[in-house]
């Protein structure tokens, strides 16, 4: 007999490669880089809002109901991802989203050999310095790279590059308080 925790990995995985499947069918490539960054969006959504987290665990609503706030707010989401979140929050699993998010973007890079890297910086990227970033990315990683760009003043300047995995942080607001920590002592 599986413990409960193989039995929350075996569905895990079974999300996830509906998602995949699903998504890819629907835009290819496309469609599962959309599905990924919108699994993640709504990972982020529902742990910011504790009113939507809170709803969609109140015993109260049915799970059509869970399902027609799903629907709802993430309206604009890929019709893949929608389907599988509302379902999700029918069965009430939306905890397994975080972890089927994960593994969606584990699997993209895996079978498409395409990864998502996150790029702060402290002014906006021009065409130039994007594409020389994407370059760099792609030759260190060895897989096709989607740059998600966020600015972030507070960086002060430099970048700051993310993957699932690793995170190289060249912002001047960390060399300065490295700088400050080596004064210190």
Known sequence: MPTNRLLVKEQIATYTQLLFEAAKN?????????????????????RGNADLEGALKDPGYSAEQKAQIVRGVFAGASGALLGAVAVMAERGELDLLPRVAEQLEERMGDELNLVIVNVETAVELDDNLREQIKKKAESELGKSVVLRERVDKSIIGGIIMSTKDERIDASLLTRVERTREALKQ
Do not use: H
Request: hydrophobic content about 50%.
């Open 26 to 46: 629907d835009g290819g490539a496309e469609g599962v880089l959309e599905a990924c960054v919108n699994a993640k969006s709504m990972v982020k959504a529902l």
